[in-house]
C-alpha cells in the first residue's frame, strides 16, 4: 500500500496545483480589470476636483460681489487692487483689507507692495506699466 499510496498523493497534487494556477490566472485577471477601473474613476475624480475648485472661486467671487452691492461700499480698482471710498486697500483675490506693506520684488527692483493672508507673495501696485511704491499709492488715494 505505501507505493499506491505516494502515487495518489502525487496525483493529487498535480490535480491541485493546475487548479490553483487557474484561480491565480482568474485572480490576477480580476485585480487587472479592477486597476484599469481605478486609474478611470482617479481620473474622473481629479477633473471633478478641478472643476468644484473653479466653482468655489467663482461662487466666492460672487458672493463677494453680491456683499458689496448689499452693503453699498463700492471698491474701485487702481493700481492693481482694490480701494474702497475711504483710500484703503483690499486684495484683489479675497477683497480683504490688506493694510500690510512689505518688500516686493518686480524686474530685478526692490519696491514697496502690499500683501494679504490669502497669499505668500506681496502685490506690487502698478501704475502705467510701472511700479509704484505702496506707501504713495495710498497716500494718492487717500487724498483722492
Known sequence: ?????????????????????????????????LEERNVAFRADNDALRSANG??????????????????GSALTLKYGIYWDL?????CPKCRTPMP?????????????????????????LMENGEPIQAQEAMRRMANA
Open 1 to 33: 500500500m505505501g507505493l499506491l499510496d505516494g502515487l495518489e498523493k502525487l496525483i493529487n497534487e498535480h490535480g491541485s496545483a493546475t487548479i490553483l494556477k487557474e484561480r491565480i490566472s482568474l485572480a490576477n485577471d480580476k485585480y487587472a480589470a
Open 54 to 71: 473653479q466653482l468655489l472661486a467663482r461662487v466666492r467671487e460672487l458672493e463677494l460681489l453680491l456683499s458689496d452691492a448689499q452693503q
Open 86 to 90: 475711504s483710500g484703503n486697500p483690499f
Open 100 to 124: 500690510q506693506v512689505t518688500w516686493a520684488t518686480y524686474v530685478n527692483q526692490q519696491v514697496h507692495g502690499l500683501k494679504c493672508t490669502c497669499t505668500d507673495k506681496p502685490f506690487v
